[in-house]
């Protein structure tokens, strides 16, 4: 019997699925509605074409309605909106865009691939011209011409990875930009440490950083707009870029009464069936299971949405594929700057009451020795009674991404702390270390679970009352130490240490910390054995220069 599958939205899950659907059955009649013109293109790549990174405009498109007819003999049907879902007569209500005709179209199958919309905040003047959103091709034609016509200031609402990206590439053309964000950090699925360089890199390069702020109107003015901030700053512009966040376009599963999350995402089992057995839901519009905590979360991102849409696929057409959870595996550059996350933050394990323990390290990305080593810092999460990894993050030059992946991996195969050890990854000068970063961190973090490695957090030691402040030992040279040190701390290079322990306190906790960690961790060992009562800081004063060194942000006042 042929199976008619009706596809709702095309872009990343939507297409995945049509492709899929005609690689494992030949004789099904499949239908894929699109409200665009495009029924498949980069929206990762939007940025990009802003900043002349990518060109001719064509290279956005992954493919066209006209290669899938050809390739995978598909009914593509694009400016083309599904307006109602009839549940019991299986049929959706069909408009074209272009000339308002209204139709049903039947289906054994349903797969919808809605995807999300911008979140618009309810401001006044937020609908004004020059105030954009950045979804789809549209969109970025949009911004694209507001900049070649001359625009010279851009206000950017929100400090995700969107905008993020589009500030580079707005700086890129000239644009003076300011970034708005009424969270204290930028990029607000990474802890807020991790984030120090990004807002360093964008201070460095000119952008103004307001955080802790929003906008409260935007108005017209002669030379293009002004957004007035909640504080009564305000920041001229001709370009503002709304960024705040996305929301599941679920309104026709809701119509359709299919069962939705408590924030609008779609609700799927494991097979991503809905509350429908025959009608599925895949991409940024469906609710997934967090597999780290095994809770339903929303989590919009393209790689996500390519799979959920082939195995959908293979669901509908009477395979058994089932979808493992989401775990957010995300990254961004900014100039020469790398922010990776995958697994769970610090914010969200405190959010949960799940028990963690955590570890910095800052390695290089590959041998030092060799030319052009770029620095990283690398903050992994794990459970502290069986070292099961919890989630990462790494921010710095080249080689980020590269182990945010390894322990990506590492997470999805229920690895622990322990396997990072013994991880055995290439190694040649220009491309690693004989140590490659992930296993320093499984060093650090084995050692603290044995015992060998007693560590305390650098922002504990911070917030520690005077009176309950461990002994703060400086383990690294006299010259390190007058370059930068962490306040109150006493220098004793490691090197004299074991000459100098009657100059400590035996009757205080010491906590000893170097540049990386590493001489703080030798220093803790002489002192253990020499009967003192000592940790090491974590990370060591890198650390503390996330924690406690972030470039102040650049005012924005009226000259943005």
Known sequence: MTVKLVIVGGVAGGASAAARARRIAE????????????????????????????????????????KLRARFNLDVRTRTTVEAIDRAAKRVRVRDLATGRAYDEPYDKLILAPGAAP??????????????????????????????AGAKRAVLLGGGFINIELAENLVRRGVAVSVVERNNQVLTPFDPEMTTPIAEKLVEKGVALVLGQSAARVEATADGLVVTLR????????????????????????????????RGGIRVNEFLQTSDPDVYAVGDAIEVVDVVSGEATQVPLAGPANRQGRIAADNALGRRATYRGTQGTAIV????????????????????????????????????????AEAMALKVLFDPASGAILGAQGVGGAGVDKRIDVIAVAIQAGMTVYDLEEMEL??????????????????????????????VDVEVVLAAPDADRPFLLDVRTPQEFAAGHIPGAVNVPVDDLRARLGELPRDREIAAYCQVGQRGYVATRILRHAGFRAANVGGGYKTYRLFAGATTPRPAGPGG
């Open 27 to 66: 004789d099904a009649e499949i239908v894929v509605f699109e409200r665009g013109p495009d029924v498949s293109f980069a929206n990762c790549g939007l940025p990009y074409y802003v900043g002349g990174e990518i060109a001719p405009r064509e290279k956005l498109l992954v493919t066209t309605p006209e």
């Open 119 to 148: 979140v618009r905040p309810a401001v006044p003047g937020i609908e004004l011209p020059g105030v954009f959103t950045l979804r789809n091709l549209q969109d970025v034609d949009r911004i694209k011409a507001t900049v070649d």
């Open 231 to 262: 504080d009564g700053r305000q920041l001229p512009a001709q370009l503002v870029a709304v960024g705040a966040g996305v929301r599941p376009e679920s309104d026709l599963a809701v119509a359709a009464g299919l069962e939705v999350g408590p």
């Open 333 to 372: 550059g900014f100039f020469d700057r790398t922010a990776a996350i995958t697994g769970a933050s610090e914010k969200a394990l405190r959010r949960a009451n799940r028990p963690f323990r955590k570890v910095y390290v800052h390695p290089a990305h590959h041998a030092g020795y060799y030319p052009g």
């Open 426 to 455: 290439c190694y040649a000068p220009q491309y690693g270390s004989a140590k490659d970063p992930v296993n320093m961190a499984g060093f650090v973090a084995g050692g603290l679970l044995r015992g060998d490695h007693p560590q």
